[in-house]
């Protein structure tokens, strides 16, 4: 009898188990970028795979890609009333008046050249040294947990553009800080989304695009935008791949939680080193055999943007001002230290995906504590 118990006890918990698996919760990211971006290729998706085998099949995601949700400017709001339950990449800029403190990490796109640098220096200003940041993602019911940075943009062009003066009068898709410098040499800054941008240079009422020469493949523009002056123009590095529901993120078990940090850095190095800097190179390559011409910046134009970058952080932190930032020079202050912080990791660690992964946990994401997010 006590063995027959002993048995049906065993098949009971076992039960439990298995109910327990099968009634796992199915959670939804959404995203406005298609399958294929780097941002879900190279990150999302390995990292929700990394995810559910931390929490033991307890923790699944399903994406839902490609604007099925929502569009890029909607991302943060669609997160917030729970239109997902996750999503990305969240773009400041999109949202300047929700991630008003955000925005002035964002506007800094010209502090440092190194895609590996700027990454892991936004990682640790938003988690970091940036409660106001935080306090931005809380107020629109949302949470920050992992960022990326892309490669430097260039000017993606329909006709050719080898100079400065090549610019003038074009009309240039730019968005965030980096549209002050594109009005100074001449030319016209329009914002909106890159979809967006794309089907005006379709149409032919668009110029140019601003963005990492990696867009001629990820938004097949290689047949549209056949110049490209490559120029450091600014290194994008705050858009976050992945914000979660405050709702969804309290629901959570505390491993469930702690998955979903520990495996932060890997996401922000598939996204930023496996894939914007891995397929920058691979687009390079292929850009001769597609007839895409790509100009080297001339002194002149490194010599602009030289100057344009000495006057930023002040015209950055009045602006911030007037849209309700306290202390703004504060977060420049504390962003620019850990970018110049970064490049001294990024010069001894390279870009070796491992190393950075390593460096991000250490300096980041371990001194985290999921409970008290």
């Given at each position: 009898?006590?063995?027959?118990?002993?048995?049906?006890?065993?098949?009971?918990?076992?039960?439990?188990?298995?109910?327990?698996?099968?009634?796992?919760?199915?959670?939804?990211?959404?995203?406005?970028?298609?399958?294929?971006?780097?941002?879900?290729?190279?990150?999302?998706?390995?990292?929700?795979?990394?995810?559910?085998?931390?929490?033991?099949?307890?923790?699944?995601?399903?994406?839902?890609?490609?604007?099925?949700?929502f569009?890029?400017?909607?991302?943060?709001a669609?997160?917030?009333?729970?239109i997902?339950d996750?999503?990305?990449?969240?773009?400041?800029?999109?949202t300047?008046k929700?991630?008003?403190a955000?925005?002035?990490?964002?506007?800094?796109?010209?502090a440092?050249?190194?895609s590996?640098?700027?990454?892991?220096?936004?990682?640790e200003?938003?988690?970091?040294?940036?409660?106001?940041?935080?306090?931005?993602?809380?107020?629109?019911?949302?949470?920050?947990?992992?960022?990326y940075?892309?490669?430097r943009?260039?000017?993606?062009?329909?006709?050719?553009?080898?100079?400065l003066?090549?610019?003038?009068?074009?009309?240039?898709?730019?968005?965030?800080?980096?549209?002050r410098f594109?009005?100074?040499?001449?030319?016209?800054?329009?914002?909106?989304?890159?979809?967006?941008?794309?089907?005006?240079?379709?149409?032919?009422?668009?110029?140019?695009?601003?963005?990492?020469?990696?867009?001629?493949?990820?938004?097949?523009?290689?047949d549209?935008?056949k110049?490209?002056?490559?120029?450091?123009?600014?290194?994008?590095?705050?858009?976050?791949?992945?914000?979660?529901?405050?709702?969804?993120?309290?629901k959570?078990?505390?491993?469930?939680?702690?998955?979903?940090?520990?495996?932060?850095?890997?996401?922000?190095?598939?996204?930023?080193?496996?894939?914007?800097?891995?397929?920058d190179?691979?687009?390079?390559?292929e850009?001769?055999?597609?007839?895409?011409?790509?100009?080297?910046a001339?002194?002149?134009?490194?010599?602009?943007?030289?100057?344009?970058?000495?006057?930023?952080?002040?015209?950055?932190?009045?602006?911030?001002?007037k849209e309700?930032?306290?202390?703004?020079?504060?977060?420049?202050?504390?962003?620019l230290?850990?970018?110049e912080?970064?490049?001294?990791?990024?010069?001894?660690?390279?870009?070796?995906?491992?190393?950075?992964?390593?460096?991000l946990?250490?300096?980041?994401?371990?001194?985290?504590?999921?409970e008290?997010?």
């Amino acid at each position: 009898m006590r063995t027959r118990l002993i048995s049906l006890t065993v098949a009971a918990c076992l039960a439990a188990a298995v109910t327990a698996t099968v009634q796992a919760e199915e959670y939804v990211y959404g995203s406005w970028v298609g399958p294929n971006n780097p941002v879900l290729a190279k990150g999302i998706v390995p990292y929700f795979q990394a995810v559910e085998k931390d929490t033991g099949g307890s923790l699944k995601w399903k994406i839902l890609a490609g604007g099925q949700l929502f569009g890029g400017p909607p991302t943060l709001a669609g997160i917030r009333d729970r239109i997902a339950d996750a999503g990305g990449p969240v773009i400041p800029a999109f949202t300047r008046k929700e991630l008003r403190a955000a925005n002035v990490v964002y506007d800094l796109v010209n502090a440092s050249e190194s895609s590996v640098a700027m990454a892991g220096a936004v990682a640790e200003t938003f988690h970091l040294d940036c409660p106001q940041c935080k306090q931005d993602f809380a107020k629109n019911n949302t949470l920050f947990i992992a960022n990326y940075a892309t490669t430097r943009f260039n000017i993606l062009c329909r006709d050719p553009i080898k100079s400065l003066a090549d610019a003038k009068g074009r009309k240039m898709r730019v968005v965030g800080a980096l549209g002050r410098f594109i009005k100074s040499v001449g030319a016209v800054p329009v914002g909106g989304s890159p979809a967006a941008a794309v089907e005006a240079l379709q149409r032919g009422s668009m110029d140019c695009i601003v963005g990492p020469i990696e867009w001629l493949q990820g938004f097949g523009l290689w047949d549209i935008t056949k110049h490209v002056l490559d120029a450091p123009l600014a290194i994008q590095p705050t858009p976050s791949s992945m914000v979660i529901n405050r709702d969804v993120w309290k629901k959570l078990s505390k491993a469930e939680r702690a998955a979903l940090i520990k495996q932060g850095p890997g996401l922000v190095v598939g996204v930023t080193v496996r894939g914007y800097m891995a397929e920058d190179l691979a687009v390079r390559a292929e850009a001769a055999k597609r007839g895409v011409t790509i100009t080297e910046a001339s002194a002149e134009v490194r010599k602009a943007l030289a100057g344009h970058k000495v006057k930023e952080p002040k015209i950055i932190a009045e602006s911030a001002k007037k849209e309700g930032v306290k202390d703004p020079e504060a977060i420049i202050k504390a962003h620019l230290a850990n970018v110049e912080k970064w490049e001294k990791i990024h010069a001894k660690i390279g870009d070796d995906p491992d190393a950075f992964a390593k460096a991000l946990w250490d300096e980041v994401f371990s001194k985290l504590d999921p409970e008290k997010m």
